[in-house]
């Protein structure tokens, strides 16, 4: 049973979940979440690298009690955001967490002028398609061999932000 804190469903409430622009001090939890999450993670010095030489680089992270729970980034190019990443941190997966982080960046790409919104997902990650579609994506495209661990297959998806159901718009 879910405490008083987390509601019916264990998520906490908007106003507990705070987002942010990622710093370099957030690096190590970051890396410490892409290990857990991804099986070909992205090294201390990609962040950095991100964070600190590409000005197409945008970063968030989620946090709730002091903690990062979550982070997502994108490059916004003209009127596109590439999404690079989206992770949430083991234990907190699977409670609408992702959902919120994805509708956040969709608003940071919109305020940063963006129109549409591209990623990449693994073929065989259904449970990404299924939330990517709900937040206005649609397939458009295979990327062949893209993993580089499996030599996995991606489907490239794209939103149109203006849509109903991206940025949080239902």
Do not use: C
Not at 25 to 47: G, H, K, L, N, Y
Not at 70 to 94: C, K, L, P, S
Request: glycine share 8%.
């Amino acid at each position: 049973m879910p405490d008083q804190a987390t509601g019916a469903a264990g998520i906490r409430p908007w106003e507990e979940i705070e987002f942010r622009p990622m710093t370099l001090d957030d690096v190590p939890a970051i890396v410490e979440i892409e290990r857990q999450v991804f099986t070909a993670p992205w090294s201390p010095e990609a962040f950095v690298n991100e964070l600190k030489h590409n000005h197409f680089a945008r970063y968030l992270v989620m946090v709730t009690d002091g903690r990062i729970i979550g982070y997502g980034g994108m490059w916004t190019i003209i009127d596109e955001a590439h999404v690079t990443n989206i992770a949430v941190r083991d234990g907190w997966r699977g409670r609408g967490y992702g959902e919120r982080l994805m509708r956040e960046l969709q608003k940071l790409a919109v305020r940063h002028g963006s129109t549409a919104m591209t990623l990449e997902v693994r073929v065989s990650n259904e449970i990404a398609q299924r939330l990517y579609r709900k937040l206005g994506f649609k397939p458009n495209g295979l990327r062949p061999k893209y993993y580089t661990d499996n030599q996995e297959d991606a489907l490239i998806m794209w939103a149109d932000l203006a849509e109903e159901g991206a940025t949080g718009k239902q």
